[in-house]
Antibody
Framework: EVQLVESGGGLVQPGRSLRLSCAAS????????MHWVRQTPGKGLEWVAG????????DYADSVKGRFTISRDNAKNSLYLQMNSLRVEDTALYYC???????????????WGQGTLVTVSS | EIVMTQSPATLSVSPGERATLSCRAS??????LAWYQQKPGQTPRLLIY???TRATGIPARFSGSGSGTEFTLTISSLQSEDFAVYYC?????????FGQGTRLEIK
């Protein structure tokens, strides 16, 4: 059974940093691209970032480019999102999501984690 | 960015009846469209990809159709567990984008 378990969310002040983690199990993690998608009541679902199976390709939404960094450790079956210079508008539930392919594509997501809540507020 | 518009925002249907949900793209996305189901407090679940292909384990009462800019998700005979929020997503053009959702509620 595919399982994706996010952690690392919390309350942080604007301008500070936070690192999210996603622990994967139940599939061959190093065969698939992975993504982060966030959800807010106001803006709905928004794709944030993606990374190919071997970390050779990464991609970011314009809203986070230059501030967020996606990475993975295939030896640990883990995905990460380093979030710097956080803004109030980054407040959201952040999901780790599995892609159906290994290369990084504009794609759908076949499995999602339960999410970790990030609140940016002073 | 391609804007995905779902209608209606809320749909009230009785159990056993058919539900038809719509999704419109601001420009053609071919058949690169997915549908997800999200129940309260739960994670999104992939239902349909490629506009009409059911994901693994999805019951046959869920079907998707359409191409280009107009898409439909049909649930042929609603079960109690089908009442949820449904989202469409285009993955034809960067960045991938989602609709705002249709809430399917019990009538």
């Amino acid at each position: 059974e595919v399982q994706l378990v996010e952690s690392g969310g919390g309350l942080v002040q604007p301008g500070r940093s936070l690192r999210l983690s996603c622990a994967a199990s139940g599939f061959s993690f190093d065969d698939y691209a992975m993504h982060w998608v966030r959800q807010t009541p106001g803006k709905g679902l928004e794709w944030v970032a993606g990374i190919s199976w071997n970390s050779g390709s990464t991609d970011y939404a314009d809203s986070v480019k230059g501030r967020f960094t996606i990475s993975r450790d295939n030896a640990k079956n883990s995905l990460y999102l380093q979030m710097n210079s956080l803004r109030v508008e980054d407040t959201a539930l952040y999901y780790c999501a599995k892609a159906p392919f290994g290369v990084l594509l504009i794609e759908y997501f076949d499995y999602w984690g339960q999410g970790t809540l990030v609140t940016v507020s002073s | 960015e391609i804007v995905m518009t779902q209608s209606p925002a809320t749909l009230s249907v009785s159990p056993g009846e058919r539900a038809t949900l719509s999704c419109r793209a601001s420009q053609s996305v071919g058949s690169n469209l997915a549908w997800y189901q999200q129940k309260p407090g739960q994670t999104p679940r992939l239902l349909i990809y490629g506009a009409s292909t059911r994901a693994t384990g999805i019951p046959a009462r869920f079907s998707g159709s359409g191409s280009g800019t107009e898409f439909t998700l049909t649930i042929s005979s609603l079960q109690s567990e089908d009442f949820a929020v449904y989202y469409c997503q285009q993955y034809n053009k960067w960045p991938s984008s989602f609709g705002q959702g249709t809430r399917l509620e019990i009538k």
